[in-house]
């Protein structure tokens, strides 16, 4: 956790912070989907577990930065949104459809803005 704190004093290290937390949830939903809807017996137990387990440790990692909370948050849905997507194509070959592209430009183009603009 100190390397964390460490990283983290720095924007662009507390950016990378949030993208790995952002992947840990994308990952930890994605075992949830596939548990749910791809899976059966065992497998399916499995798949629930390893979605608590991944979950758990987005939810410590996406609160390492010392940012204020509505900012931290809404940066973080912007990483989020990218690596939901990265991740339905990966594991369920789901590409985005031109809405999704429009939508999500704008909650990049946000998270952009509060991440960098300075008062």
Do not use: C
Not at 101 to 111: M, P, S
């Amino acid at each position: 956790m100190l390397f964390l704190n460490r990283l983290v004093e720095n924007p662009l290290g507390a950016l990378g912070v949030l993208t790995m937390a952002a992947l840990l949830e994308a990952w930890g939903d994605s075992f949830f989907q596939a548990g749910f809807y791809r899976s059966s017996g065992f497998t399916r137990v499995l798949m629930l577990l390893a979605g608590t387990a991944v979950l758990a440790l987005y939810g410590s990692a996406v609160n390492v930065p010392r940012w204020d909370f509505g900012k931290l948050i809404g940066v973080y849905v912007a990483l989020f949104f990218l690596a939901a997507q990265l991740l339905a194509k990966i594991r369920f070959g789901q590409s985005p459809t031109p809405p999704i592209y429009v939508g999500g430009a704008l909650i990049v183009t946000g998270g952009l803005v509060m991440a960098f603009w300075k008062s």
